[in-house]
Nanobody, 129 residues
Framework: QVQLVESGGGLVQPGNSLRLSCTAS????????IGWFRQVPGKEREGLAC?????????YYTDSVKGRFTVSRGSADNTVYLQMRNLAPDDSAVYYC?????????????????????WGQGTQVTVSS
């Protein structure tokens, strides 16, 4: 069973930045695409970003976060990060990292957050003054 764990969420003022982390035990994040999506209660999941497996390393973003969010892999740890800049109240949501283990690519997954096979418990991000 793949278990992903998100961390780094919290309360932040508009215009500020936040970095989320995604880790896993006994599962190599480097071998699979890792994506991020968010969800507000009562609304559909919104795909945000995806990074291909380490041997490829390509990143993908949806239009809503392109230029503000950056997905990356840690250089020496089993971690994927989502750096978020210039946050706005509309960015408030529960943020999840997710993966696919059956061969789907980031170019497919980034806009289809319901297609991931596994995701974590999420971390709450609240942007408010």
């Amino acid at each position: 069973q793949v278990q992903l764990v998100e961390s780094g969420g919290g309360l932040v003022q508009p215009g500020n930045s936040l970095r989320l982390s995604c880790t896993a035990s006994e599962f190599s994040l480097a071998r699979y695409p890792i994506g991020w999506f968010r969800q507000v209660p009562g609304k559909e999941r919104e795909g945000l970003a995806c990074i291909s497996k380490s041997s490829i390393g390509t990143t993908y973003y949806t239009d809503s976060v392109k230029g503000r969010f950056t997905v990356s892999r840690g250089s020496a740890d089993n971690t994927v990060y989502l750096q978020m800049r210039n946050l706005a109240p509309d960015d408030s949501a529960v943020y999840y990292c997710a993966t696919d283990v059956v061969g789907s690519t980031c170019s497919y997954l980034v806009k289809r957050p319901n297609e991931y096979d596994y995701w974590g418990q999420g971390t709450q991000v609240t942007v408010s003054s």
